[in-house]
């Protein structure tokens, strides 16, 4: 049975996903702050405890994990937060920043070789066309100086592709066999635009969104393609196939250039594996 780690499934994406990995016949590790909710909505996953803005709780659920686990076949980065106040992580990052990326690349550090024991593994990294909009202030991470929210968001977008990329990079020169491949969901309902977006963005949205979006049900197939398609290779970005890739049918989409960038890859990982503490053991893998 194939074992997949979701990070956010107590709604939207990562709950379609879950459920959809669940009806797939996949074990699945419901990583999330709410695990009694958690086991609410998906009977049959096993719901733990994981809060991404804070490194502590990340490093305590690896180590739980492990306790019960010797592999993981599938970890699917999908839990995020959009257009905050700013606010800080319990580590002092900004949480976008702190949720959407240094979390993940912690997580993913700490179960790495769990993957490298799993049958044909895969990470997905979850990013958003936004991306193409972000800018990485490599100066200002955590909008000490200037901070406007979409814009954070957007930086932590283009951080999610970067890694994603980065981490395809390093596993290939390592001989590695996990696969690390990046999903957006196109403009997918949910409630994350609400329950974090300020301001006039959070009217635009709310008008927008039942015109425009599609269900979370839909938004969810180009991760559930990276996570589980075939052919899928290491390196690959997948997302809806129709206008602008704000809906429709999975297909590979073309990363921003700034994604690409092998320099600015290097660098994320540099000042992530800084701020996170977490190493990754790529010889083992």
């Known amino acids: 049975m194939t074992v997949s780690l979701i990070t956010g499934t107590t709604s939207g994406l990562g709950l379609a996903t879950a459920r959809a990995l669940l009806d797939r016949g996949h074990q699945v590790i419901a990583a999330v702050r709410d695990p009694d909710r958690a086991a609410r909505l998906?009977?049959?996953?096993?719901?733990?405890h994981?809060?991404?803005?804070?490194?502590?709780?990340?490093?305590?659920f690896a180590t739980e994990l492990r306790a019960g686990h010797r592999h993981l076949d599938l970890l699917i980065n999908n839990a995020g937060v959009m257009g905050m106040p700013r606010t800080l992580t319990a580590q002092g990052h900004e949480l976008q920043f702190g949720v959407n990326h240094l979390g993940h690349f912690a997580l993913t550090g700490l179960l790495l070789d769990l993957l490298a024991a799993g049958r044909a593994p895969r990470v997905v990294t979850v990013s958003s066309t936004l991306h193409r909009k972000g800018k990485l202030r490599f100066d200002d991470l955590t909008g000490a100086r200037e901070y406007q929210p979409m814009a954070a968001?957007?930086?932590?977008?283009l951080a999610n592709a970067a890694f994603g990329l980065e981490l395809h990079r390093r596993l290939t020169a390592a001989g590695s066999p996990i696969r690390s491949v990046l999903a957006h969901p196109g403009f997918s309902r949910t409630n994350l635009q609400q329950a974090g977006t300020v301001g006039g963005n959070r009217l635009l949205l709310r008008i927008t969104?039942?015109?425009?979006?599609?269900?979370?049900?839909?938004?969810?197939l180009p991760i559930l393609h990276a996570a589980a398609g075939e052919p899928v290779r290491g390196g690959e970005f997948y997302g809806p196939s129709g206008a602008g890739e704000l809906r429709g049918a999975p297909k590979l989409v073309e990363?921003?250039?700034?994604?690409?960038?092998?320099?600015?890859?290097a660098r994320l990982w540099t000042v992530s594996e800084q701020l996170t503490g977490v190493r990754y053991a790529m010889e083992s893998v």
């Open 255 to 265: 990363p921003s250039a700034e994604a690409r960038d092998p320099e600015l890859g």
């Open 42 to 48: 998906l009977p049959g996953a096993e719901a733990r």
């Open 50 to 60: 994981l809060d991404l803005a804070d490194l502590d709780s990340v490093h305590d």
């Open 209 to 220: 969104a039942p015109l425009i979006a599609q269900p979370a049900e839909r938004g969810a």
């Open 153 to 157: 968001y957007n930086q932590s977008k």
